[in-house]
């Protein structure tokens, strides 16, 4: 590899490597869409085409699918696949009881769909994703683009029934164009700070008419894989409501297989 990974690459690069313990030959892999999970998805594609890993994939963005079917994964679409037997996928944020924000790269939609129709979903992330609360990242809500405005005012609304003040709800915009999803859709991005009851705010918010989906995922995720940039990591699991913490010290140059 030409060029040196920073810091943050090189903790993403380690989420990722480590989860790829947990796929093996004959499993159905929903894969996740972000830079954590395009590092999973590089190192799957290496073990399908060097190392005879066989597995058949469903992608959760149409980036996601590119990248796979470039690299030699099998892709199907979530109908064909029916369940799948495990998920990996980034985050944008994870707190104690493993709630999350998705949605930073726009595919919290695919990727909640996917996630459901999963027997284990797997965040792999860097530290930096570990919060206490979630709301100081953004959190994402995919809307209809029929209505736009009048599904804003309904979403301003229930956002201040909840108590949250000084909203700044910004249409998402990508090359300065608004950005539209995989399904057509368009983004909403409010920053709420603290969000303290993720649980009941995720089911209201898809009340609204026009909101296709919001970007807090509510017991879906069960593990955590969270990497360091020293190639060390740590998996976090909860096993009946309590967090059980596993730490993995690299003893093989974990960075070796890309060159660094
Ligand atoms: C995409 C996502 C990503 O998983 C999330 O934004 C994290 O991305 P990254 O790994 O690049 O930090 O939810 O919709």
């Known amino acids: 590899m030409a060029h040196t990974l920073s810091g943050p690459e090189r903790a993403k690069f380690t989420a990722a490597k480590l989860a790829t313990d947990y796929v093996k030959s004959g499993m159905k892999v929903g894969l996740g869409t972000g830079s954590t999970a395009a590092w999973l998805v590089k190192q799957l594609g290496a073990m399908v085409t060097e190392g005879g890993l066989d597995i058949v994939a469903v992608p959760t963005s149409s980036r996601t699918a590119e990248l796979a079917i470039d690299l030699g994964i099998r892709i199907i679409t979530l109908d064909e696949a029916g369940w799948l037997d495990v998920t990996i996928d980034g985050a944008d ?144 699991t909860l096993l009946d409501g309590k967090t059980v913490t596993a730490t993995i010290q690299d003893d093989k140059n974990i960075f070796s297989v890309i060159g660094q």
Do not use: W
């Open 93 to 236: 944020e994870f707190d104690r009881d493993f709630n999350l924000i998705k949605g930073g790269g726009g595919a919290l939609l695919r990727e909640k769909i996917v996630a459901k129709a999963s027997h284990k979903m797997i965040v792999i992330a860097d530290k930096e994703k570990d919060v206490a609360t979630l709301g100081n990242f953004a959190l994402p809500i995919e809307v209809i683009p029929f209505g736009l405005q009048s599904t804003q005012t309904l979403i301003e609304a229930k956002l201040k029934d909840y108590g949250f003040k000084a909203l700044n709800i910004q249409l998402r915009e990508k090359n300065g164009l608004v950005f539209i999803t995989d399904e057509g859709n368009h983004i909403l991005d409010t920053r709420l700070v603290r969000i303290a009851n993720p649980r009941d705010l995720a089911v209201d918010l898809n009340r609204i008419p026009g909101v296709v989906e919001n970007g807090l995922f509510v017991d879906i995720c069960e593990t955590v894989v969270i990497g360091y940039e020293n190639g060390k990591g740590e998996v976090r």
